[in-house]
């Protein structure tokens, strides 16, 4: 049997149900999170716990748990379902009121949902690189929130798939901002290019640990604006996600990246980031080697 976790309670999946006027239903109003488990452990959940509290922090919810609880909640919602490789998904919505746009004026409690999936490393992938597609960043202005407001990213995927591709590569203008689930990475003479976490993207998680893998094998890195152009003329080109680790991107729009295979700062990046997993998650059974 699978569980959840309603409102800190860990209850049979079949029974997490929610009201039609909780207000993520209706108006997309509350943030989310997604923490990987390898091994039955959780990989940088503090990291992901914290950007849960600034996202609701935000939109003005304050969360009636701390992050130790809900740690603690987690680590018996995965061993109650047995999880070993997956996810755990996270919702915090404003709550149940009667419909109005504005926030409710009396106290509402906020609805914190999760649920846990089962998935495995997407290997393949991982050693042959994925295809990408250009288009138009068309989101608002506040990407930095983990929102669950995802009609653009959701629109966007979408064009990926209808054209058998794995992501988009997302700008605004000639201005190049992430992905639709993910951040995006070039690399040109040796230098590791992506763009600053301001307010056009989300400051993944595994864009940090990466910046931090690169720091301590002294790759230089430059977290900057960079353009169509320079992504086009890109020796090397990645993404990076929680699902999707270190993820060689080897064409955009047709054209081919690095000659169609992954370049070796990314298989590096790749393997060294697979360390920092082990360190905190113990041995992954599938290296990635070429
Ligand atoms: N950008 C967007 C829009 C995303 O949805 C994600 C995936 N959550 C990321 C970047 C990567 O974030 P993380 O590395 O924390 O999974």
Known sequence: MEFAILHGEIVKRSEAKVDVEDRGYQFGDGVYEVIRVYNGKMFTEHEHLNRLAKSTDSIGI??????????????????????????????????????????????????????TKKIERPVDSMRSGVKTILTEDIRWLRCDIKSLNLLGNVLAKQKAAEAGCFEVIQHRGQEVTEGSTSNIFIVKNDIVITHASDHLILKGITKDVLLVVCAKNNL??????????????????????????????????????????????????????????EKQCGSLNEKITF
């Open 220 to 277: 230089r890195v430059e977290e900057r604006m960079f353009t169509i152009e320079e992504l086009k003329q890109a020796d090397e080109c990645f993404l990076t996600s929680s699902t999707s680790e270190v993820m060689p991107i080897v064409e955009i729009d047709g054209n081919k990246i690095s000659n169609g295979i992954p370049g070796p700062i990314t298989r590096k990046l790749q393997e060294w980031f697979g360390q920092e997993i």
């Open 62 to 115: 304050s969360l009636p748990f701390t992050n130790e609880n809900l740690k603690g909640l987690l680590v018996e919602l995965i061993e109650k379902n047995k999880l070993q490789n997956g996810i755990i998904y996270m919702q915090v919505t404003r709550g149940v009121a009667l419909r109005n746009h504005a926030f409710p004026t009396e106290y509402v409690t906020p609805c914190l949902t999760t649920y």
